[in-house]
Structure formats: structure tokens, C-alpha cells
């Protein structure tokens, strides 16, 4: 009998034993009540409790979780409304706040991004909300993160996961942004072409300008040839004036001759004539180049005697073409 009520006391002992240890797995604390009253945060690993006495009251999770946030319709400043969902993560740093401080805390942290989120987006219009949402993210993360702080939580991020436009704007936007690229490539169109029209005036430019330059050098060229032709015919001109005043008939005859080859020269070239004919005779056109060989040479040999030109010999002169026998 007594053996039976030791065994039944040992048994009584290792149960209350075994119901006083508490193990808390890692990433989480609980909470120990005494008599319903928190008293203390049970840490990660093997604790102990007298049963009866002390309770676990709230397991909290420790690690980082998220709360997703249900899609919403919302109306923007500009009125146009718009469906949006994101999600928010936090973090628990005090579990006793976090299970004594508010009630159904994850409901709560929807419940407050979601009342936020229209706050924050409803001041804002449609294409700041589409092109915006870095700073949506910032603003929402400090609102709610300010607002939960006294629940012994962190927020560490609010993202924006999708905002759905309704048909008719997006269809709008599509539009608008088509119109935009043909813009932008119109205007692409027209910078090409102005740039081709200026590089083309820059091409005749110099074109003309190297034109001008070949005329003005063409022009200096003709100038020293008429100049050089001038300087032939005064040189000419003075030989035979000095030929005549020495009483040289050749003279006469070769200013006469050079006139005659210049008309007879005129009336070949003449586009009207088709018939030339010529009223001398050929003969004494030779003997006037004849004329002027001889003239030639008088006034070579007297050059290069330093003398003055001699005398015509005695035998009788050929005849120009103009003078009578």
C-alpha cells in the first residue's frame, strides 16, 4: 500500500515537473502570466514555470511577416479612381506590447495601411500615382510606421503592388503616348532634314565659293595673257613705227596684211557666210607675207648690229596686195 503511494506521488511529481518546463522555440516568445497577470517574457530554450502559479499567455512570432494589403478602390484628385493592393512588413520588437497593447494586431496593421493608403493616394493625381509610387511607398512607410509604434512593432516596408487604371484611361493613356512617339519622331524627322538642308547649303557654300575662286583666278590669268598680248603688239607696233620712219615700205605692208588676215579671219567664222570669195589674187598675198618675212630680218640684223636698220636695196619691192603696179 505505501509502495503504491510513493509510485503515485513520483508520477504526480514528473507531471507537474514536466507542465512547469516551458520550451520556446527559436523566433519566438511567450508571454508568462501569473494568476492571469503578464509578468515576464519566456526567451528562445528551455524554461521554468511553476505549473498552476504561472500560464503562457501569448506566443508571439519574432520574425519579420507580412500583411497583405486587400485591393481597394480609390479616387484620386483629379477624380479618377483606381484599383489598388500592396503589402506591409514588420516586425515585432516587444512581444508584450505587441500581445497587451492591441488587439488582433494583424488586423489592425490592415486595417490602418488601408486607411492610409487612400489618404496618401487621394492627394495625389492619376499620373502621379502611376509615376510616383517610390515616393507612395516612403510616405505610407512613415505614416504607418509612426502609428504603430506605440504596439512594440516595426514597419520595414510598404510596397505597391499593382494600381489597375480603369479601361477607358487606359485606353486614353494608349493613345496618348502613341501621339507622344509621333511627336517625338516627327520632330526627329524634321531635325534630320534641317540638318541635310544646312549640310547641302554648306555644300553649295563652298562650292561657290571655290567657283569664285577659280573665276577670279581665271580672270588674273586672262588679264596677264591680255597684258602680255598688249606688251607683243606695243613691242610690234614700235619695230614697225621705227621701221617706217626709216623709210621702210614693208612696214606699211605688214600692218596692212595683219588687217587683211583679221577680215578674211572675220568673214570665216561668220555663222551667215557660206561663200567666201576673196577679190585678190594669191600671189600677192604670199609676197606680203614675203613682205613681212624680210621685215623680220632687217629688224633682227639691225638689233643685233646696234646699227640702224639698212637701206632698201635697189631692186624693186613686192607689191601689197593694195598697192598698183
Known amino acids: 500500500m505505501g509502495l503504491s503511494v510513493a509510485f503515485l506521488l513520483v508520477i504526480l511529481v514528473l507531471v507537474y515537473l514536466a507542465a512547469s518546463i516551458k520550451i520556446v522555440r527559436q523566433g519566438y516568445q511567450y508571454t508568462i502570466e501569473r494568476f492571469g497577470r503578464f509578468t515576464e517574457v519566456a526567451k528562445p530554450g528551455l524554461n521554468f514555470y511553476p505549473a ?3 500560464a503562457v499567455g501569448r506566443k508571439i512570432n519574432m520574425m519579420e511577416q507580412v ?3 486587400p485591393g481597394q478602390e480609390i479616387i484620386t484628385k483629379d477624380n479618377a479612381m483606381v484599383a489598388v493592393d500592396g503589402v506591409v512588413f514588420f516586425q515585432v520588437l516587444d512581444a508584450a506590447k505587441a500581445a497587451y497593447e492591441v488587439s488582433e494586431l494583424y488586423v489592425a496593421i490592415m486595417q490602418l495601411a488601408t486607411t492610409n493608403l487612400r489618404t496618401v493616394m487621394g492627394a495625389m493625381d492619376l499620373d502621379e500615382t502611376l509615376s510616383k509610387r517610390d515616393e507612395i511607398n516612403a510616405r505610407l512607410l512613415s505614416v504607418v510606421d509612426h502609428a504603430t509604434n506605440s504596439w512594440g512593432i516595426k514597419i520595414t516596408r510598404v510596397e505597391i503592388k499593382d494600381i489597375r487604371p480603369p479601361t ?3 485606353n486614353a493613356m494608349a493613345r496618348q503616348m502613341k501621339a507622344e512617339r ?3 519622331a516627327n520632330i526627329l524627322e524634321a531635325e534630320g532634314l534641317k540638318s541635310a538642308e544646312i549640310l547641302k547649303a554648306e555644300g553649295q557654300k563652298q562650292s561657290q565659293i571655290l567657283e569664285a575662286e577659280g573665276r577670279r583666278e581665271a580672270a588674273f590669268r586672262d588679264a596677264e595673257a591680255r597684258e602680255r598680248e598688249a606688251e607683243a603688239e606695243a613691242r610690234a607696233t614700235q619695230m614697225v613705227s621705227e621701221a617706217i620712219a626709216n623709210g621702210n615700205a614693208q612696214a606699211i605692208n605688214y600692218f596692212v596684211a595683219q ?8 568673214f570665216a567664222t561668220s555663222p551667215n557666210a557660206k561663200t567666201i570669195l576673196f577679190p585678190v589674187e594669191a600671189t ?10 624680210e621685215l623680220a630680218r632687217e629688224a633682227l640684223s639691225g638689233s643685233g648690229s646696234g646699227t640702224s636698220p639698212a637701206t ?3 631692186t624693186a619691192p613686192r607689191r601689197g596686195p593694195f598697192e598698183r603696179p
Do not use: H, M, W
Not at 588687217?259 to 572675220?266: D, N
Not at 600677192?284 to 618675212?293: A, E, K, P, S, V
Open 52 to 54: 498552476f502559479f504561472y
Open 67 to 69: 500583411v497583405d494589403i
Open 168 to 170: 477607358d484611361i487606359v
Open 182 to 184: 509621333e511627336k517625338r
Open 259 to 266: 588687217k587683211y588676215v583679221e577680215a578674211v579671219q572675220q
Open 284 to 293: 600677192q598675198l604670199i609676197g606680203t607675207l614675203g613682205g613681212i618675212g
Open 312 to 314: 632698201p636695196s635697189p
